[in-house]
Nanobody, 122 residues
Framework: QVQLVQSGGGLVQAGGSLRLSCAAA????????IGWFRQAPGKERELVAASSWNGGTTYYTDSVKGRFTVSRDNAKNTGYLQMNSLESEDTAVYYC???????????????WGQGTQVTVSS
């Protein structure tokens, strides 16, 4: 079993930055794909960014390209999502997830963090 504990998030003005962390416990996540998803009110959960097991392959949805950066430190068993130039449209609950499949989806991701609210005020 892997437990994912998220931190970071909060309220920020448009144009600001936040960093989300996803710390794993129980088992190493070195060999897992890490995905970052978000869900806004009334919308489906969507994949925002993802990192392969060694960070060599990454994915970003079009709306965050150039603004968000996904990374991981396998020695610390932790994944990160750096979010810059935040926009009001980025307001959502953000989730990290770990799984064995590339490209990660909500069904292929096995372990989930508890979610953290990101609110961007305009």
């Amino acid at each position: 079993q892997v437990q994912l504990v998220q931190s970071g998030g909060g309220l920020v003005q448009a144009g600001g930055s936040l960093r989300l962390s996803c710390a794993a416990a129980g088992r190493t996540i070195s060999y897992y794909v890490i995905g970052w998803f978000r869900q806004a009110p009334g919308k489906e959960r969507e994949l925002v960014a993802a990192s392969s097991w060694n960070g060599g392959t990454t994915y970003y949805t079009d709306s965050v390209k150039g603004r968000f950066t996904v990374s991981r430190d396998n020695a610390k068993n932790t994944g990160y999502l750096q979010m810059n130039s935040l926009e009001s449209e980025d307001t959502a609950v953000y989730y990290c997830a770990a799984g064995s499949t590339w490209y990660p989806t909500t069904t292929s991701s096995t372990y989930w963090g508890q979610g953290t609210q990101v609110t961007v005020s305009s």
